[in-house]
């Protein structure tokens, strides 16, 4: 029986009902060290009896072994391995060292455990209960998070214990109980349990001082009653309180002080490995002198349990009293004698980390061998474990430039895993210890990368831009890499002066022959190009990069997101398409979950200027619920700007201006994105007729610093509202920039663009003779939004000019378009001139359009399905379980008004 945990334990009951109907879920208890969540753990696992039960823990000596707490939880059940999609098969036997492989994307590693868990459940119910989590290596502990983010359609239960204080766990977005104390009642109907007869103030003393911790309780009377007994183990509360788990391993480090001294460094000889092997203990016990006998004492003090062939301590807190009590040099020779036991290859992570610790001072040996695991941490996708390893072998490293290297490694590594503070530090650290001029930029460019995410994009161009100066001789492709990076955020802080700076350096670069980033350099020239004047060159450049993404001779992911950004730039929509496309489905293979978001967002940006507003719709959901995930806070920020936009065409004002509103506030951390917010805004003005205030909002967008890369297209929208709030002169403004833009891309879609304003602007026949040239040009480019917009106006001049039968036809055309496409603002608009004709009104074709009733989610999944791709298929492309995708399919088909995967085929989706 539990005390004092009926709330608690009601939740976990409820959690396993839901599993048991088919839903999932997950739980993280926190609560201070003996606070009682092993205890609720247990209660899981005899409540969840007829579940299948799945039990890890952390261990703290393996916080470095990457994925050690994962291997724990799942090796029974490796032979399920064969039924995932091959990719994440490979990925997960990678991660647990069965297979060699290149380096293994560690997202890859999470949708793997998410398909294996789905796997177990597909023969019923099954709960994960993992205790000491703050102990699990990053790695496992994030492909955990991952596969408990998606267990909506699973029928797994999950819980995660986690002490408070120790370690660290980021479970945000799953939901979590705070253990609190015991309330007096359950505290002394403890107490009664374990000792009814003591004495009064006794009692009073131990409820006092345990402050309703159960481990502080049982300890706390053990000690006072052994004291009552004559068997003094020296143990004493203190005078001023402490933190109760202090109190507690107090309490213990005392009572393994009364042990014999063989059995006391036997005790440490066991905390400071703690893998449960009986083995490895007792032979490094002989290079000590130790025998097995020896641990006799401290199993008969009930501190440690012993079996055949495995030892462990009965709490937590004993190993870390048996460790942090002993004397410095029992300590250090612990370690190495453990370093001398472990030899074997399979040990060789363990031992290196043994060496560290037994070392006394700098150490090339440890260190080396930190290297090596950092390196294997890699290639099975450990980050954590890598930044850690480096990181403490570079503080054993004398060499100045061997400890830089290793510090930028650590820093990179850190960086991957969004540990941003320590990879900032660590980047510094080596930038005062070493001269390296390559390493040095390299470092440069990680606190660059920090700076992006914490600061603002012109802050990280300028650092990139300030540590690739001394290399752009010395190292050409390191070079270019950095600088690429570094216009990319320039470009995105609308900082052209840094722009022009970085492509002054790249101009100086010598790269070799036929080199596969040269197209890269002229790419970003002629983005300079552009924002000096010169369009014509611009265009060209920019082109060169495009062409060569699109024949994939574009490697580098920052450069190819770059090339799909400089197609848009260039008007070039269905190759900036092609591109992204191309390169998330790419990342999606290679498991590389973290680059999705940077590749969707321009993907978004293309379809939505394409008029494809259900598939950017879809594209930005995806975006925002992974970079949300991965908390990736810069990327989720800016994505805002995309579904405002799409807002303010569907006249959605209140979704449009909060969406809006996020990115204004922070408008520094990216102005590109934050000038698309304000074109939304004043969309959104501009559909519902307020052209003043429209007008006012275009301009700023139009005038403003962003005005010379793809939102050049607010222009259009400038100009009708200026001439609809009767200010013509200010309609011209910049009608130039659009003219110049149209001429160098040479794109049919943004001549159209161009006509519409000339039409807006001229006088008699020449507006029709404008307008019946933009219709044409539009139906060369099949942009349904675009021609709608142009067919309305259109149609709205020849109903002024008396041309009833032709104003109706472009009048319904218009309204056809915005009805398929939602665009219920403009809908109305051409309703509203349309019955100003005295026609009657036109049916919602979008209200026919079964496939505008699905979810992003639902939308994504049949497309893929009606491809003719199996639930399995789409589960590893979109990082979801099978059964959360039939889960969709499920509620997709009657929305669709079908039964069966095959009748798909007949939907254009």
């Given at each position: 029986?539990?005390?004092?945990?009926?709330?608690?334990?009601?939740?976990?009951?409820?959690?396993?009902?839901?599993?048991?109907?088919?839903?999932?879920?997950?739980?993280?208890?926190?609560?201070?060290?003996?606070?009682?969540?092993?205890?609720?753990?247990?209660?899981?696992?005899?409540?969840?009896?007829?579940?299948?039960?799945?039990?890890?823990?952390?261990?703290?000596?393996?916080?470095?072994?990457?994925?050690?707490?994962?291997?724990?939880?799942?090796?029974?059940?490796?032979?399920?391995?064969?039924?995932?999609?091959?990719?994440?098969?490979?990925?997960?036997?990678?991660?647990?060292?069965?297979?060699?492989?290149?380096?293994?994307?560690?997202?890859?590693?999470?949708?793997?455990?998410?398909?294996?868990?789905?796997?177990?459940?597909?023969?019923?119910?099954?709960?994960?209960?993992?205790?000491?989590?703050?102990?699990?290596?990053?790695?496992?502990?994030?492909?955990?998070?991952?596969?408990?983010?998606?267990?909506?359609?699973?029928?797994?239960?999950?819980?995660?214990?986690?002490?408070?204080?120790?370690?660290?766990?980021?479970?945000?977005?799953?939901?979590?109980?705070?253990?609190?104390?015991?309330?007096?009642?359950?505290?002394?109907?403890?107490?009664?349990?374990?000792?009814?007869?003591?004495?009064?103030?006794?009692?009073?003393?131990?409820?006092?001082?345990?402050?309703?911790?159960?481990?502080?309780?049982?300890?706390?009377?053990?000690?006072?009653?052994?004291?009552?007994?004559?068997?003094?183990?020296?143990?004493?509360?203190?005078?001023?309180?402490?933190?109760?788990?202090?109190?507690?391993?107090?309490?213990?480090?005392?009572?393994?002080?009364?042990?014999?001294?063989?059995?006391?460094?036997?005790?440490?000889?066991?905390?400071?490995?703690?893998?449960?092997?009986?083995?490895?203990?007792?032979?490094?016990?002989?290079?000590?002198?130790?025998?097995?006998?020896?641990?006799?004492?401290?199993?008969?003090?009930?501190?440690?349990?012993?079996?055949?062939?495995?030892?462990?301590?009965?709490?937590?807190?004993?190993?870390?009293?048996?460790?942090?009590?002993?004397?410095?040099?029992?300590?250090?020779?612990?370690?190495?004698?453990?370093?001398?036991?472990?030899?074997?290859?399979?040990?060789?992570?363990?031992?290196?980390?043994?060496?560290?610790?037994?070392?006394?001072?700098?150490?090339?040996?440890?260190?080396?061998?930190?290297?090596?695991?950092?390196?294997?941490?890699?290639?099975?996708?450990?980050?954590?474990?890598?930044?850690?390893?480096?990181?403490?072998?570079?503080?054993?490293?004398?060499?100045?430039?061997?400890?830089?290297?290793?510090?930028?490694?650590?820093?990179?590594?850190?960086?991957?895993?969004?540990?941003?503070?320590?990879?900032?530090?660590?980047?510094?650290?080596?930038?005062?210890?070493?001269?390296?001029?390559?390493?040095?930029?390299?470092?440069?460019?990680?606190?660059?990368?920090?700076?992006?995410?914490?600061?603002?994009?012109?802050?990280?161009?300028?650092?990139?831009?300030?540590?690739?100066?001394?290399?752009?001789?010395?190292?050409?492709?390191?070079?270019?890499?950095?600088?690429?990076?570094?216009?990319?955020?320039?470009?995105?802080?609308?900082?052209?002066?840094?722009?022009?700076?970085?492509?002054?350096?790249?101009?100086?670069?010598?790269?070799?022959?036929?080199?596969?980033?040269?197209?890269?350099?002229?790419?970003?020239?002629?983005?300079?190009?552009?924002?000096?004047?010169?369009?014509?060159?611009?265009?060209?450049?920019?082109?060169k990069l495009v062409a060569a993404a699109q024949d994939g001779q574009v490697r580098g992911l920052v450069e190819r997101v770059l090339a799909g950004y400089l197609a848009l730039v260039i008007a070039d929509d269905q190759a900036a398409t092609e591109v992204l496309d191309a390169l998330a489905a790419d990342v999606r293979r290679q498991g590389a979950l973290g680059w999705l978001p940077y590749a969707l967002e321009p993907l978004a940006i293309a379809q939505l200027l394409r008029g494809r507003f259900r598939d950017a719709g879809t594209t930005v959901a995806e975006a925002l619920a992974v970079s949300t995930d991965l908390g990736q806070e810069t990327q989720a920020l800016i994505m805002n700007a995309i579904p405002a936009w799409l807002a303010a065409v569907a006249d959605d004002a209140d979704t449009c201006r909060s969406h809006a509103e996020v990115i204004l506030r922070n408008e520094a951390r990216h102005p590109t994105n934050a000038a698309l917010a304000t074109w939304a805004l004043g969309l959104l003005d501009l559909g519902r007729g307020r052209f003043d205030t429209a007008a006012d909002t275009l301009d700023a967008v139009c005038a403003g610093p962003a005005r010379q890369d793809f939102l050049i297209r607010a222009v259009p929208d400038h100009v009708e509202a200026a001439v609809r709030s009767g200010q013509a002169t200010r309609a011209a403004r910049h009608l130039p920039a659009l003219d110049d833009w149209a001429d160098h891309t040479g794109q049919p879609h943004a001549a159209a663009l161009a006509r519409r304003c000339h039409a807006l602007l001229a006088a008699g026949p020449d507006a029709g003779t404008h307008y019946d040239a933009a219709l044409r040009l539009h139906q060369e480019t099949d942009r349904p939004y675009d021609h709608a917009r142009t067919a309305l106006l259109y149609g709205a001049w020849l109903r002024r000019q008396r041309r009833r039968t032709d104003a109706r036809t472009h009048l319904t055309d218009a309204l056809t378009g915005f009805e398929r496409l939602g665009a219920h603002g403009w809908a109305a608009r051409a309703r509203t001139e349309l019955a100003a004709l005295g026609s009657r009104p036109v049916a919602r074709s979008h209200d026919r359009d079964p496939a505008a009733r699905l979810t992003p989610q639902e939308l994504q999944v049949v497309r893929l399905a009606a491809g003719g791709l199996s639930n399995r298929d789409i589960a590893a492309q979109l990082f979801l379980s099978p059964r959360t995708v039939g889960h969709h399919l499920y509620r997709a088909y009657p929305k669709l008004g079908i039964t069966k995967r095959t009748e798909l085929a007949r939907f254009t989706l």
């Open positions: 029986m539990i005390l004092g945990r009926s709330v608690e334990q009601a939740r976990i009951d409820g959690l396993l009902a839901d599993a048991r109907g088919g839903t999932g879920g997950a739980l993280v208890i926190r609560g201070e060290a003996g606070i009682g969540k092993t205890a609720l753990l247990d209660h899981a696992a005899v409540a969840g009896a007829d579940l299948r039960v799945l039990r890890g823990v952390g261990i703290e000596s393996e916080i470095e072994v990457p994925f050690a707490g994962l291997h724990l939880l799942l090796h029974p059940y490796l032979e399920h391995v064969d039924a995932l999609p091959r990719p994440q098969g490979k990925a997960l036997r990678a991660a647990f060292g069965l297979v060699d492989a290149d380096t293994v994307e560690r997202f890859l590693i999470g949708a793997a455990t998410l398909s294996l868990l789905s796997e177990l459940a597909g023969d019923g119910p099954l709960v994960c209960l993992i205790d000491d989590t703050q102990w699990f290596d990053r790695a496992s502990a994030d492909a955990l998070l991952f596969a408990a983010r998606r267990l909506r359609q699973e029928p797994v239960a999950m819980l995660f214990a986690v002490r408070d204080g120790t370690g660290h766990f980021p479970a945000e977005g799953i939901d979590t109980v705070v253990l609190p104390t015991l309330d007096r009642d359950s505290a002394i109907a403890m107490l009664n349990e374990r000792a009814r007869g003591l004495a009064g103030p006794t009692r009073a003393r131990i409820l006092t001082e345990a402050r309703g911790n159960p481990l502080a309780i049982i300890e706390f009377t053990a000690a006072l009653t052994d004291r009552r007994h004559g068997d003094d183990h020296g143990w004493s509360l203190p005078v001023e309180p402490l933190p109760v788990a202090t109190q507690v391993q107090d309490a213990f480090r005392a009572r393994i002080g009364e042990l014999p001294e063989p059995a006391q460094r036997l005790l440490l000889l066991a905390a400071a490995d703690d893998t449960a092997d009986l083995t490895v203990l007792l032979r490094a016990a002989e290079r000590l002198g130790l025998t097995a006998a020896d641990l006799e004492p401290a199993e008969h003090a009930h501190l440690l349990t012993l079996s055949a062939d495995t030892v462990a301590f009965r709490h937590p807190l004993i190993r870390a009293a048996a460790h942090q009590g002993a004397p410095r040099g029992w300590r250090l020779a612990a370690h190495l004698a453990l370093a001398d036991t472990l030899t074997g290859d399979q040990y060789a992570d363990r031992r290196a980390w043994h060496l560290a610790a037994a070392a006394t001072g700098p150490d090339e040996n440890a260190a080396d061998a930190l290297e090596q695991a950092a390196l294997r941490a890699g290639q099975r996708g450990g980050s954590a474990a890598v930044a850690i390893a480096l990181e403490r072998a570079a503080q054993l490293t004398t060499d100045p430039d061997r400890r830089a290297r290793r510090q930028v490694g650590a820093a990179r590594a850190a960086y991957d895993i969004s540990r941003l503070d320590r990879a900032a530090g660590l980047a510094a650290a080596a930038a005062d210890v070493s001269a390296d001029e390559s390493l040095l930029a390299e470092a440069a460019w990680i606190r660059a990368q920090v700076a992006y995410e914490r600061d603002n994009p012109a802050t990280a161009a300028a650092l990139m831009l300030d540590g690739t100066a001394p290399i752009v001789g010395s190292h050409p492709e390191q070079a270019v890499s950095i600088l690429t990076d570094a216009i990319g955020c320039a470009k995105d802080a609308c900082a052209h002066h840094l722009v022009h700076r970085a492509a002054q350096l790249l101009a100086k670069v010598s790269l070799p022959p036929g080199s596969a980033l040269r197209p890269v350099v002229e790419g970003m020239i002629g983005l300079d190009d552009l924002f000096n004047g010169a369009t014509r060159s611009a265009v060209a450049g920019m082109r």
